[in-house]
């Protein structure tokens, strides 16, 4: 393992998160709002003894309030669940809401009837409203991704270093080696030598895309630096790298241009000294 590589891996980020990555409340915000009538009908179901009488009325009135039931067990309605019913059959979730007689079958055998009964909740869309954010969590792996290029995007900014984002590859006819490998870059900055084509992105769970990542970067890079006056950089970053630290030690030696946000500044430095331009 070389010293450089070594000075890599110990300078890998513990996290890239700022306090807006764990909760999207503007996004939670407006699910909320698509279906607040509906919860807000719901509502009338809250405290009723008798759920059947209650269930009865109020699909008599507006039968399509049901149609939110999923949230209420932190279910998407486009994930098209499937559960086995009372007679061991294989149903799509959302055909308990299709009659009155299945919604009281699906509210008693999921145990919202005994939190109706009991008001153990006050307000649906204030509960609804919490389990969006747990739901949301599940998008934090996107905005990890969102964030390290937001982070990459400020280093630039304020090193008052011209850039272009989700660069498509179409505006470079001159690599015709590189295929369907890559579509689209995060980042593209010419200068009067070179114009280089980057990645940027920050891992954080384990997993074969690590591996799959490394070797993929490496081919893409070997590709684009063939080119005359073209240069491959991968920004990346986060600890888990150490648990792949032999595929990544492979890209290292393969991508003469890779930095973490700690030695980014090394490549800012070699961008100034080469004059970035416009394009």
């Known amino acids: 393992m070389s010293e450089q590589f070594k000075l890599f891996l110990s300078l890998l980020s513990e996290t890239n998160a700022t306090l807006d990555y764990f909760t999207d409340f503007k996004k939670i915000t407006s699910n909320i709002n698509k279906i607040s009538i509906k919860l807000h009908q719901l509502n009338y179901l809250i405290g009723k003894k008798d759920l059947k009488q209650a269930v009865n009325e109020l699909y008599e009135e507006n039968k399509g309030v049901f149609q939110v039931l999923d949230v209420l067990i932190a279910v998407r309605k486009k994930d098209k669940k499937k559960v086995i019913n009372n007679e061991g059959k294989i149903v799509l979730l959302e055909t308990y809401f299709e009659s009155a007689e299945k919604i009281l079958e699906y509210i008693k055998d999921t145990g919202l009837a005994e939190v109706f009964k009991n008001c153990k909740i ?158």
Request: aromatic share 12%.
């Open 122 to 279: 006050a307000n649906l869309v204030d509960y609804v409203f919490g389990i969006e954010v747990g739901l949301d969590t599940n998008a934090r792996k996107n905005r990890g991704g969102d964030k390290m290029e937001k982070a990459v995007a400020l280093i630039f900014d304020n090193a008052k270093i011209f850039h272009k984002k989700q660069v498509n590859i179409t505006n470079f006819p001159e690599i015709l080696s590189l295929g369907e490998d890559l579509k689209c870059f995060d980042f593209a900055i010419k200068t009067k030598r070179k114009t280089y084509l980057i990645e940027a992105n920050f891992y954080n769970s384990t997993g074969s895309k690590l591996n799959e990542t490394a070797r993929s970067y490496s081919d893409v890079a070997s590709k684009i630096n063939q080119c005359n006056n073209f240069e491959f950089v991968w920004i990346t970053d986060g600890q888990v790298w150490r648990s792949a630290a032999n595929k990544l030690q492979e890209a290292f030696s393969v991508i003469p241009s890779m930095y973490n946000l700690a030695t980014l500044h090394l490549f800012i430095e070699k961008l100034n000294k080469e004059k970035t331009v416009s394009f």
